[in-house]
């Protein structure tokens, strides 16, 4: 049987993006980026918007609102790898940078489709499984 989730703390996507937006902010505080100021505002709050919307839709208590901010997280990594692309473009990041910055918002995606493909599972099983946020 698996382990019952019981923080946002315990979820791997909560955990990856977490790093993924501390890779960017790190990122965001140096030349030439930095100068940027919209743009760092942009790439900042879209990095952050994935650990934050997961974090709260597990809060929320409830697997529909879970699912829902879920998505929003998954979106805001969508968002993200087009501000990599532009940053990228403008030589603020090189090549290497955005890939190895691109393969860390996919992962995350990735992870949330996954997550919340097995909240929407669970939606239609009693609240006692696995994956349930805490009330």
Not at 39 to 68: K, M, T, W, Y
């Amino acid at each position: 049987m698996k382990k019952k989730v019981e923080r946002f703390e315990d979820l791997v996507a909560w955990q990856k993006a977490r790093v993924m937006a501390a890779r960017i902010y790190r990122l965001t505080f140096k030349p030439p980026i930095a100068r940027d100021f919209t743009f760092c505002d942009q790439v900042r709050s879209a990095a952050l918007s994935v650990p934050s919307n997961i974090a709260e839709g597990f809060e929320r208590g409830g697997r529909a609102e879970f699912a829902h901010f879920l998505s929003v997280a998954k979106a805001s990594c969508a968002e993200l790898r087009n501000q990599l692309y532009v940053a990228n473009d403008l030589d603020y990041i090189d090549d290497n940078t955005m890939g190895s910055l691109m393969e860390s918002a996919r992962e995350v995606a990735r992870i949330i489709g996954g997550l919340r493909r097995a909240v929407a599972a669970r939606r239609k099983r009693p609240q006692s499984s696995v994956l349930s946020p805490q009330s």
